[in-house]
């Protein structure tokens, strides 16, 4: 179980896996369990934005244990939340906020088999 960390700008928190873009973080969803998700909702100047994540994840029922949203854009988060609690499965946690700091120190020694990004363990 991986950790993940959606965002184009800001640094990743240790104990995460970056992933920089929508596809990025689709394609680690798609491969395996995600104990923590952080979404972003703005990933650059017409990119896909972290809504198209939680499209994926609300269409494949593909849901991350915890989900934080630590987006700086107020109708992307609304967008985002909406969306994700629609269909929050029992045993999931979706928060509107960003991750406290009692959950970055867990995130620290939980699972992320050294990678630090999708382009790393692809090659």
């Not at 959606?6 to 929508?22: I, K, Q, S």
């Not at 395996?32 to 017409?46: T, Y």
Request: aromatic share 8%; hydrophobic share 35%.
């Amino acid at each position: 179980m991986i950790h993940v960390y959606l965002d184009d700008f800001r640094r990743c928190p240790e104990g995460f896996v970056h992933a920089r873009n929508a596809e990025e973080c689709i394609a680690l969803i798609a491969s395996g369990d995600i104990g923590i998700l952080s979404l972003d909702f703005d990933l650059g100047w017409g990119e896909p934005t972290g809504i198209e994540v939680a499209r994926y994840i609300a269409e494949s029922g593909r849901y991350p244990q915890e989900i934080y949203l630590h987006t700086s854009s107020t109708e992307g988060r609304q967008m985002m939340y909406k969306l994700l609690s629609d269909s929050l499965p029992a045993g999931s946690r979706l928060s509107y906020a960003s991750m406290p700091e009692e959950t970055l120190a867990r995130a620290v020694g939980g699972g992320t088999a050294g990678a630090a990004s999708i382009q790393e363990k692809n090659g």
